[in-house]
T-cell receptor, first 112, second 112 residues
Framework: GQNIDQPTEMTATEGAIVQINCTYQTSGFNGLFWYQQHAGEAPTFLSYNVLDGLEEKGRFSSFLSRSKGYSYLLLKELQMKDSASYLCAVRVGTDSWGKLQFGAGTQVVVTP | NAGVTQTPKFQVLKTGQSMTLQCAQDMNHEYMSWYRQDPGMGLRLIHYSVGAGITDQGEVPNGYNVSRSTTEDFPLRLLSAAPSQTSVYFC???????????FGQGTRLTVV
C-alpha cells in the first residue's frame, strides 16, 4: 500500500519562509506533485518532481529525494493569499498514466 | 476555455436515492478521474478512465459506477446513496504530455 505523511498545520508570518515536508512509502513511484487548495475551492497544480533535486518556480520551490522517500515544498516571501492547504501527491504505476495518491494536506496559516 | 466543469455544485440526497454527478472537460484530455475528499483525509481515487470506453477502479469504488462514452464526459453514478458517501467530490483530467491534473470546482454532496 501507499503511505504519505505531511504535517497537519503550520503557521508562519507574512514575509517569512515555510517548508512543508512530505515523506512517502510507495511501490511503483512515478513522480511527486504539490497542489494548493484554498478553502472551498479545487486543488491547483504547483509543482512536479520526478528526478532528485530542486525545482524552482518563482516564490515556490520543491525538492525530491527518491532514495529517502522525501520531498519538501518551500514557500518564500509569504503572502496572506498563501494561506491554504498544500497537498503532497505521489504518482504510482509503471504505465504512462499512473494513479495519484494524496497525503491529507498541510494547512498553512499566514499571520500579519 | 472552460476546463473541467462539474455539476451540480451542491446536492442533498436521502438515503437510498440515486443520482449522477456530471463532469465534462473541453481540453481533449484522455485521462479523467473522480476523487472524494473528506476532512482529515487526502483525496481518494474512486474511478478513473484512460480513454473513451475504458474505465477502472481506484481505492474506494464501492457504491459508485462510471462510464466513458465520449472523451469529454465522465459521469459518476451513486446507485443507492448512503450517509457514508457525504463528501466533496472532485473530477480531474489530464493528457499524456503533461504531468499536471486539472480539477473541477467540486460537488458538495450530503446524504441524510
Amino acid at each position: 500500500g501507499q503511505n504519505i505523511d505531511q504535517p497537519t498545520e503550520m503557521t508562519a508570518t507574512e514575509g517569512a519562509i515555510v517548508q512543508i515536508n512530505c515523506t512517502y512509502q510507495t511501490s511503483g513511484f512515478n513522480g511527486l506533485f504539490w497542489y494548493q487548495q484554498h478553502a472551498g475551492e479545487a486543488p491547483t497544480f504547483l509543482s512536479y518532481n520526478v528526478l532528485d533535486g530542486l525545482e524552482e518556480k518563482g516564490r515556490f520551490s520543491s525538492f525530491l529525494s527518491r532514495s529517502k522517500g522525501y520531498s519538501y515544498l518551500l514557500l518564500k516571501e509569504l503572502q496572506m493569499k498563501d494561506s491554504a492547504s498544500y497537498l503532497c501527491a505521489v504518482r504510482v504505476g509503471t504505465d504512462s498514466w499512473g494513479k495519484l495518491q494524496f497525503g491529507a494536506g498541510t494547512q498553512v496559516v499566514v499571520t500579519p | 476555455n472552460a476546463g473541467v466543469t462539474q455539476t451540480p455544485k451542491f446536492q442533498v440526497l436521502k438515503t437510498g436515492q440515486s443520482m449522477t454527478l456530471q463532469c465534462a472537460q473541453d481540453m481533449n484530455h484522455e485521462y479523467m478521474s473522480w476523487y472524494r475528499q473528506d476532512p482529515g483525509m487526502g483525496l481518494r481515487l474512486i474511478h478513473y478512465s484512460v480513454g473513451a470506453g475504458i474505465t477502472d477502479q481506484g481505492e474506494v469504488p464501492n457504491g459508485y459506477n462510471v462510464s466513458r462514452s465520449t472523451t469529454e464526459d465522465f459521469p459518476l453514478r451513486l446507485l443507492s446513496a448512503a450517509p457514508s458517501q457525504t463528501s466533496v467530490y472532485f473530477c480531474a483530467s489530464r493528457d499524456g504530455t503533461r504531468a499536471e491534473a486539472f480539477f473541477g470546482q467540486g460537488t458538495r454532496l450530503t446524504v441524510v
